[in-house]
């Protein structure tokens, strides 16, 4: 089981958790299996096609999924999944 | 003498204080340099007027408002920012005879506050549980309201990366041979943008890295992940690599920069030169580059550079360091 850690912003989908297990092989079956356990997360994730959410980011570990294989990028048990929302600089 | 004054005698003569914008020095960080072979530089973008690399910013958005009419004589500019460009803006402003307000959070160190007004800005606070967001938000509403600002907007306006493409990236390319990898911080994109796209034209093998802090993480006034911004600017695809840094690992490599190779940088640097140098152990050869964008004088008051890691780390859950 790798870990997901959950932003304040999402934590009141996940009951107040701000680290859940979740399963999967790949960074899409680790959110959508997050998404099935914890259903008010889905929509904040997820575009209607099923891509990732444009204003999210996801990090394996510390590095941006979208920098890597996207939803395909392989996880391992040890991985972390961390989910941010995007924010301004400057 | 002329072995220490290998580049220029001295940073130059300049008719402005706008003009003398730019033309920093790249400094060879040796202490940090993971292995032999692999050489780190840091662009010192803290020796602008201002102390922070948005002088180039500023001065490319309002000469460039200026030369396409976009800026009447005394027009109030206004535009959010988490500090620097503010300051940038508002001294370039104070020269140019603009009136200029600026849209910031509220849990920014003193020290930025001081310094807008210091060179004349008005300042509007946005809340600062919902960060640079919520600036972003309450300004473009402000602008939408009164059509008498102009608002450079940073986060789209493409005269922010092209003071990249023009400036820094061209001085890297003047001082080095080839740059195997270039670091910036990732803010409103125009370091990273402007910067990858002159240096990946000068060697497309050129890694392009992004550095960016954990703001998502300790921002707790967002209603959803809807609330997410992304600035126009940016361009995911030209990025090879994108790192996020904690607060915490940003200031012990602030402090580390400071007691081993002796700059005085501001926490964003931290968080970047740890990125830098991770890419610099990956490497088996090359230069790595990174890039300064502050001085540390504005986070003085945040005990960063004085107090141990364990007494900051309470602070370090809302402070706002970029």
Same mark, same amino acid.
């Not at chain 1, 997901?4 to 899409?28: M, Y």
């Not at chain 2, 990898?181 to 093998?205: I, Q, S, W, Y």
């Not at chain 2, 690992?249 to 005085?264: I, M, P, Y």
């Given at each position: 089981?790798?870990?997901?850690?959950?932003?304040?912003?999402? #934590?009141?989908?996940?009951?107040? &958790?701000?680290?859940?297990?979740?399963?999967?092989?790949?960074?899409?079956?680790?959110?959508?299996?997050?998404?099935?356990?914890?259903?008010?997360? &889905?929509?904040?994730?997820?575009?209607?096609?099923?891509?990732?959410? #444009?204003?999210?980011?996801?990090?394996?570990?510390?590095?941006?999924? #979208?920098?890597?294989? !996207?939803?395909?990028?392989?996880?391992? &048990?040890?991985?972390?999944?961390?989910?941010?929302?995007?924010?301004? !600089?400057? | 003498?002329?072995?220490?004054?290998?580049?220029?005698?001295?940073g130059g003569?300049y008719?402005?204080i706008i003009e003398a914008i730019g033309h920093t020095p790249?400094? =060879?960080?040796?202490?940090?340099?993971?292995?032999?072979?692999?050489?780190?530089?840091?662009k010192l973008e803290?020796y602008n007027p201002?102390?922070?690399v948005k002088d180039r910013v500023a001065r490319s958005?309002?000469?460039?408002?200026?030369?396409?009419?976009?800026?009447?004589?005394?027009?109030?500019?206004?535009?959010?920012?988490?500090?620097?460009?503010?300051?940038s803006?508002?001294? @370039?402003?104070?020269?140019?005879?603009?009136? @200029?307000?600026?849209?910031?959070?509220?849990?920014?160190?003193?020290?930025?506050?001081?310094?807008?007004?210091?060179?004349?800005?008005?300042?509007?606070?946005?809340?600062? =549980?919902?960060?640079?967001?919520?600036?972003?938000?309450?300004?473009?509403?402000?602008?939408?309201?009164?059509?008498?600002?102009?608002?450079?907007?940073?986060?789209?306006?493409?005269?922010?990366?092209?003071a990249h493409?023009e400036g820094t990236a061209v001085e890297i390319?003047d +001082?080095?041979?080839?740059?195997?990898?270039?670091?910036?911080?990732?803010?409103?994109?125009?370091?990273?943008?402007?910067?990858?796209?002159?240096?990946?034209?000068?060697?497309?093998?050129?890694?392009?890295?992004?550095?960016?802090?954990?703001?998502?993480?300790?921002?707790? /006034?967002?209603?959803?992940?809807?609330?997410?911004?992304?600035?126009?600017? @940016?361009?995911?695809?030209?990025?090879?690599?994108? @790192?996020?840094?904690?607060?915490?690992?940003?200031?012990?490599?602030?402090?580390?920069?400071?007691? +081993? =190779?002796?700059?005085?940088? /501001?926490?964003?640097?931290?968080?970047?030169?740890?990125?830098?140098?991770?890419?610099?152990?990956?490497?088996?050869?090359?230069?790595?580059?990174?890039?300064?964008?502050?001085?540390? %004088?504005?986070?003085?008051?945040?005990?960063?550079?004085?107090?141990?890691?364990?007494?900051?780390?309470?602070?370090?859950?809302?402070?706002?360091? %970029?």
């Amino acid at each position: 089981m790798s870990t997901v850690k959950i932003p304040p912003v999402l #934590r009141s989908s996940t009951g107040g &958790e701000k680290e859940v297990p979740a399963d999967g092989s790949n960074v899409g079956e680790v959110l959508r299996q997050l998404a099935t356990a914890h259903p008010d997360t &889905e929509r904040q994730l997820f575009q209607e096609d099923g891509s990732l959410n #444009r204003y999210v980011n996801v990090y394996l570990n510390d590095e941006d999924v #979208r920098v890597l294989d !996207g939803l395909d990028t392989p996880v391992k &048990e040890s991985d972390t999944l961390v989910i941010l929302p995007a924010m301004a !600089g400057g | 003498m002329d072995q220490f004054l290998q580049n220029r005698p001295c940073g130059g003569r300049y008719s402005d204080i706008i003009e003398a914008i730019g033309h920093t020095p790249l400094v =060879e960080l040796k202490r940090l340099s993971p292995k032999p072979g692999v050489r780190i530089y840091a662009k010192l973008e803290s020796y602008n007027p201002t102390g922070s690399v948005k002088d180039r910013v500023a001065r490319s958005m309002i000469e460039d408002a200026e030369e396409r009419g976009l800026i009447r004589p005394g027009q109030t500019i206004l535009e959010p920012t988490s500090g620097n460009t503010g300051i940038s803006l508002a001294m @370039i402003c104070s020269r140019k005879g603009y009136p @200029i307000k600026v849209v910031m959070p509220d849990n920014v160190t003193e020290e930025r506050t001081q310094l807008l007004k210091m060179y004349g800005a008005e300042i509007v606070y946005s809340p600062g =549980e919902q960060g640079s967001n919520g600036a972003v938000a309450m300004a473009l509403e402000m602008a939408a309201a009164d059509s008498s600002y102009y608002m450079p907007y940073q986060y789209g306006n493409e005269a922010n990366p092209r003071a990249h493409y023009e400036g820094t990236a061209v001085e890297i390319l003047d +001082e080095l041979d080839e740059v195997t990898a270039f670091v910036g911080g990732l803010g409103t994109g125009g370091t990273l943008m402007g910067n990858g796209r002159r240096l990946k034209e000068a060697n497309p093998d050129t890694l392009l890295v992004a550095a960016e802090p954990m703001q998502g993480e300790l921002v707790q /006034g967002l209603r959803s992940l809807e609330d997410g911004f992304i600035p126009p600017i @940016i361009d995911l695809s030209l990025l090879d690599r994108k @790192i996020f840094v904690s607060n915490r690992d940003a200031v012990v490599w602030t402090k580390k920069l400071l007691a +081993e =190779e002796g700059l005085f940088v /501001g926490v964003s640097s931290g968080a970047i030169a740890r990125v830098a140098v991770r890419v610099a152990s990956e490497l088996d050869e090359g230069n790595v580059v990174f890039l300064v964008a502050d001085d540390g %004088w504005k986070y003085l008051s945040s005990g960063v550079y004085t107090k141990p890691i364990e007494e900051l780390e309470e602070s370090l859950e809302t402070a706002s360091f %970029w």
